[in-house]
């Protein structure tokens, strides 16, 4: 197992260097001047040189990516052009509340997407098959700015249950999931419509094969046949949309944080965007590829750990 | 012994009972919402985007202040000088600065020292945004602890408009800029009625109350000041109560939705922002003046106030917008006359009308207006080929002369020769080594905007603008659309302490008399 991790991250490290250098150039591809962007639109040439100047914008490329390189591979992302605090606690800031986000909808995603999946599978064509695909087609046709905003009007304008913004305090346990409940409620429940499609997919293809046939005809139950022999085979594609899926909420649910008010890694990286805040770009772009390597090992993992088979390849 | 104990006890209870203090009710704190992502740069001097604006407005005075509520240059007053005098040339003027006005936190009294550094802070390109407003001063200088003294190389319109508490004229603590260095963005000494406490990144920036303010202690125990770019969800806060003052939309809709809440106050006031289309003098199609009075004459004004709403709109009427010194309402605007343009189309030989490519930005409130633009035009046969870009490069686009019509919305300090200087003045034509915002490339009433700011007499003065403004018109180096009003929603139980008219800070001013009642 530990060669098998060592490998996989030492795979990752040509993947990180070329994320480095493709950042490095994709922000200064970017048009839109940050010494404009400070100085606002009364900026004259002379004001906007100086400025590039103090923030070293004017240097030679190769010496600003060298710079760049250096200082990343030893964990030092600069300061923020805006803010002028270090990138890393910044990150360090929200990345909290970004990973409660993540986290929470993949729970509440896969505690629903799962059985109902298995559910429809083992009703194929029947009512709950119907309904079930009726419901995850309305799930993943409801954009977040939608479902939230219904979210928002129900439970925090006509019921008063949970407040409509709101930082959470980390130190604050109760507080924190209290804020947290119609956030991960909302990607929460696209996921589950994602989740339950694939589930129900990859059910009744396992749910075909020779193998549930020889069970059923031994006698085996058919708890145990749906969920150790149906579903550990099912689990492969589960598995990987959940990873998949992990990964892209971690930098893509700037519209769940826009609508909900919260921090968060997307949120702060289209204001970096926004700011033309090139460290502050490069180093969320670098920690997220980072984040993003670490989910697609961990889900390589769990390959290995539902199918001996991969782990022997 | 348990009767001593007992008596003891009840001496101890006395005690208690006695020396217990009442405690004092903690002052509220006002919560306003915000439309943006974040907070920017709290350094006073780079605070250039509204929302900074808006918040370095309750941490900073000026030298002078616009009277709360107003952002009329006559009702300029003493802020931290308590008075002034100005010599017979108006090149030196001299600032005697009200004694104990303290800093926040321990950075002490303001002295003339920290005046003459902020003065010389903000007059320098690369500690401020606005070093262009002090072009003209020569020297800032500390008379004695308590005076200040500034010559100018030539008189300006409105000294006293770049001393205010607005843009450059801020005054910070030397002491915590030469301490903090870089991190005063985000950790700003002011002496203002409220302090900076601390920034939550992409939530809010929370402000306590100055005790020591110098004018008397706040009546608000502090500011939450909260970022929600979602208008949905900053509404929906608002109506839930989450909220005591909301930035609203310059719609109709939303003033008219807003206003039916309960115990709820919209406020619409000044300055207008005046959006104006710049035409490229020197380029085709816009080098042939019967083009650009084509245009101008199928730009519809009263469809745009219609669109956008009467309570927070009105037609533009000049080059400059409505209020500022020197604007006048009477420069000869070319009127709406759809027959009328498409004749001046076939006479430049366009008779089946002409096609321009124009940059725009993808912001909601300036591409909106420019998608009314592009069918009112298209009615005279003019065809506007959008080219949508994101924010940030269409700013750098359009200084790049990349785009021969630009759509333009501002706001600036209200007098003329600022708007006229930097849109239509030679030495603010984009792509020159002086440039600010001239897209037109508009040359034809130099000889009047110089005049003007170095004119003595008032009367000459308003009459060297007024020509310019006639003659930028006659020329159509621009054509002026529509001016939208700034809209804030309030309850009823806040009490700014003044009437609110105006705010150069963009927002409501906050000051040491605004309550939650």
Same mark, same amino acid.
């Given at each position: 197992m530990l060669g098998f991790v060592l490998r996989r991250l030492l795979a990752a490290i040509?993947?990180?260097?070329?994320?480095?250098?493709?950042?490095?150039?994709?922000?200064? &591809?970017?048009? @839109? $001047?940050? +010494?404009? &962007?400070?100085? @606002? $639109?009364? +900026?004259?040439?002379?004001?906007?040189?100086?400025v590039r100047e103090r923030l070293g914008l004017d240097r030679p490329l190769l010496v600003q990516y060298f710079d760049f390189l250096g200082s990343a591979l030893q964990g030092d992302f600069g300061n923020s052009l805006v803010t002028n605090r270090p990138i890393l606690s910044e990150v360090r800031a929200v990345l909290p509340h970004t990973v409660d986000l993540t986290l929470a909808s993949m729970?509440?995603?896969?505690?629903?997407?799962?059985?109902?999946?298995?559910w429809a599978a083992l009703n194929r064509n029947g009512v709950i098959d119907v309904m079930a695909r009726l419901l995850s087609l309305i799930g993943l046709s409801f954009p977040v700015f939608v479902s939230g905003v219904f979210l928002l009007l129900a439970f925090g304008l006509h019921w008063r249950l949970f407040p409509v913004i709101g930082s959470a305090d980390l130190n604050d346990p109760l507080d924190r999931l209290h804020k947290l409940v119609l956030p991960a409620m909302t990607l929460g429940l696209l996921m589950a419509a994602y989740i339950t499609r694939v589930t129900r997919s990859a059910m009744l293809q396992s749910l075909g094969e020779d193998y549930m046939r020889t069970a059923r005809a031994k006698g085996v139950p058919r708890r145990r046949v749906v969920w150790v022999h149906g579903l550990r085979n099912a689990a492969l594609p589960i598995v990987t949309v959940v990873g998949l899926y992990v990964g892209i909420l971690l930098g893509n649910s700037v519209l769940t944080e826009i609508v909900f008010n919260r921090p968060g890694l997307g949120k702060i990286i289209v204001g970096a965007l926004n700011q033309r805040d090139y460290p502050m770009l490069q180093g969320l772009l670098v920690i997220y590829c980072f984040l993003i390597v670490i989910v697609n090992l961990i889900t390589d993992l769990l390959y290995g750990v539902i199918d001996p088979r991969v782990k022997a390849a | 012994?348990?009767?001593?104990?007992?008596?003891?006890?009840?001496?101890?209870?006395?005690?208690?009972?006695?020396?217990?203090?009442?405690?004092?009710?903690?002052?509220?704190?006002?919560?306003?919402?915000?439309?943006?992502?974040?907070?920017?740069?709290?350094?006073?001097?780079?605070?250039?985007?509204?929302?900074?604006?808006?918040?370095?407005?309750?941490?900073?005075?000026?030298?002078?202040?616009?009277?709360?509520?107003?952002?009329?240059?006559?009702?300029?007053?003493?802020?931290?000088?308590?008075?002034?005098?100005?010599?017979?040339?108006?090149?030196?003027?001299?600032?005697?600065?009200?004694?104990?006005?303290?800093?926040?936190?321990?950075?002490?009294?303001?002295?003339?020292?920290?005046?003459?550094f902020s003065l010389k802070k903000s007059s320098t390109a690369?500690?401020?945004?606005?070093?262009?407003?002090?072009?003209?001063?020569?020297?800032?200088?500390?008379?004695?602890?308590?005076?200040?003294?500034?010559?100018?190389?030539?008189?300006?319109?409105?000294?006293?408009?770049?001393?205010?508490?607005?843009?450059?004229?801020?005054?910070?603590?030397?002491?915590?800029?030469?301490?903090?260095?870089?991190?005063?963005?985000?950790?700003?000494?002011?002496?203002?009625?409220?302090?900076?406490?601390?920034?939550t990144p992409n939530q809010s920036a929370e402000l306590v109350a100055h005790e020591g303010y110098f004018r008397g202690k706040p009546l608000l125990g502090g500011i939450s000041y909260r970022f929600i770019p979602s208008d949905a969800s900053r509404d929906l806060a608002?109506?839930?109560?989450?909220?005591?003052?909301?930035?609203?939309?310059?719609?109709?809709?939303?003033?008219?939705?807003?206003?039916?809440?309960?115990?709820?106050?919209?406020?619409?006031?000044?300055?207008?922002?005046?959006?104006e289309l710049s035409l490229n003098i020197t380029r085709p199609p816009f080098n042939d003046i019967r083009v650009r009075q084509a245009l101008a004459h199928a730009v519809n004004r009263a469809e745009f106030v219609r669109w956008r709403g009467a309570d927070v709109?009105?037609?533009?009427?000049?080059?400059?917008?409505?209020?500022?010194?020197?604007?006048?309402?009477?420069?000869?605007l070319l009127p709406h006359d759809i027959n009328r343009a498409k004749a001046l189309l076939a006479e430049a030989g366009y008779p089946n009308?002409?096609?321009?490519?124009?940059?725009?930005?993808?912001?909601?409130?300036?591409?909106?207006?420019?998608?009314?633009?592009?069918?009112?035009?298209?009615?005279?046969?003019?065809?506007?080929?959008?080219?949508?870009?994101?924010?940030?490069?269409?700013?750098?686009?359009i200084r790049q002369d990349l785009s021969p019509m630009v759509y333009y919305s501002a706001a600036r300090f209200p007098v003329a020769d600022i708007f006229l200087t930097q849109f239509f003045h030679s030495r603010s034509i984009v792509q020159t080594p002086t440039a600010v915002t001239n897209f037109s490339h508009c040359d034809k009433a130099d000889a009047q905007i110089d005049g003007a700011r170095v004119a003595t007499d008032l009367v000459e003065q308003r009459r060297l603008w007024a020509e310019a403004q006639r003659i930028i018109v006659r020329e159509v180096c621009a054509v002026p659309v529509i001016e939208t009003l700034l809209v804030f929603g309030r309850r009823n139980n806040v009490d700014y302490g003044y009437e609110l008219n105006g705010s150069m800070s963009l927002g409501p001013l906050i000051t040491e008399k605004t309550r939650l009642r």
């Open positions: 040509p993947t990180l260097l070329a994320v480095l250098t493709l950042v490095f150039v994709i922000v200064r &591809v970017v048009p @839109g $001047d940050p +010494a404009l &962007v400070i100085l @606002g $639109d009364q +900026a004259t040439p002379e004001a906007t040189a100086a729970v509440i995603g896969v505690a629903i997407g799962v059985p109902v999946g298995i | 012994m348990i009767r001593r104990f007992g008596f003891k006890a009840a001496i101890l209870a006395a005690a208690l009972a006695f020396s217990t203090p009442v405690f004092a009710q903690p002052l509220p704190i006002l919560r306003v919402g915000m439309a943006a992502q974040d907070v920017g740069r709290l350094d006073p001097h780079f605070a250039v985007s509204t929302i900074d604006r808006v918040v370095v407005a309750w941490m900073f005075n000026g030298l002078v202040r616009f009277k709360p509520g107003s952002i009329d240059p006559a009702e300029i007053e003493p802020d931290l000088a308590q008075s002034w005098e100005r010599s017979d040339d108006g090149l030196t003027w001299t600032f005697h600065l009200r004694p104990n006005v303290a800093f926040h936190g321990n950075y002490g009294m303001v002295t003339a020292d920290d005046v003459v690369a500690t401020s945004a606005f070093a262009a407003d002090f072009a003209a001063f020569e020297t800032i200088e500390a008379v004695d602890p308590m005076t200040v003294r500034i010559k100018l190389r030539n008189p300006v319109p409105s000294l006293l408009g770049i001393l205010t508490n607005y843009a450059g004229g801020y005054i910070v603590s030397r002491r915590a800029v030469e301490e903090r260095g870089a991190g005063f963005v985000r950790s700003p000494i002011g002496t203002g009625p409220f302090m900076l406490d601390h920034v608002f109506q839930a109560g989450e909220l005591d003052v909301n930035y609203g939309r310059a719609d109709q809709t939303w003033v008219n939705r807003t206003r039916q809440l309960p115990n709820v106050t919209v406020d619409v006031f000044e300055p207008g922002e005046l959006t709109s009105r037609e533009g009427q000049s080059v400059v917008p409505r209020g500022y010194l020197g604007f006048i309402n009477d420069p000869g009308g002409l096609t321009i490519r124009v940059i725009h930005t993808q912001l909601p409130e300036m591409l909106s207006g420019m998608q009314v633009l592009q069918q009112q035009l298209r009615r005279a046969g003019i065809t506007l080929d959008l080219n949508i870009v994101e924010h940030a490069t269409f700013h750098q686009q």
